[in-house]
């Protein structure tokens, strides 16, 4: 969010003072505060929605096999599992959250930091970069 955004979504909460309200990131509406649930960031209709298509994802997706390796830290199956909490598997079913279409399966760490990167090749290519320069400095 940008700080003109932010701006504007902190005048809108001082005019509806009496009703709290909240911007969802998802369909960009505002919405009291009780169509949220507590850490949510998106409202529940898009979280509905969003739960739906993974659940779609899933359906049409075959599993990945059971020699499947993670394709971005390598990690195998037995590495990974409990990671991404009691009930999950080892493998994320990773989409591209423009077009909803199915990237392929990632581990939930390389799913969550693609994603901490905003899915943006732009910038990782930038962090290699980064990474890189600072790598040569050490050797
Ligand atoms: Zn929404
Ligand atoms: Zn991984």
Redesign the pocket.
């Known amino acids: 969010m940008g700080s003109d955004q932010l701006e504007l979504f902190e005048n809108f909460h001082s005019i509806d003072s009496d009703t709290e309200v909240k911007t969802c990131i998802k369909c960009k509406k505002k919405k009291p505060i009780d169509s949220f649930r507590a850490t949510r960031t998106e409202c529940r209709t898009c979280e509905n929605k969003l739960e739906r298509e993974r659940r779609y994802l899933r359906e049409i997706t075959p599993a990945p096999p059971d020699d499947y390796v993670?394709p971005?830290?390598g990690?195998e199956e037995k590495d990974l599992l409990g990671r991404g909490g009691k009930n999950n598997g080892a493998w994320v079913n990773d989409h591209n959250h423009e077009t909803g279409d199915f990237r392929g399966y990632?581990?939930h760490?390389?799913n969550r930091n693609i994603g901490g990167f905003g899915d943006s090749i732009k910038c990782l290519r930038r962090a290699i970069k980064y990474l890189e320069k600072n790598d040569k400095k050490h050797n």
Do not use: G, V
Request: some cysteine.
């Open positions: 993670c971005i830290c990690k990632l581990c760490s390389c």
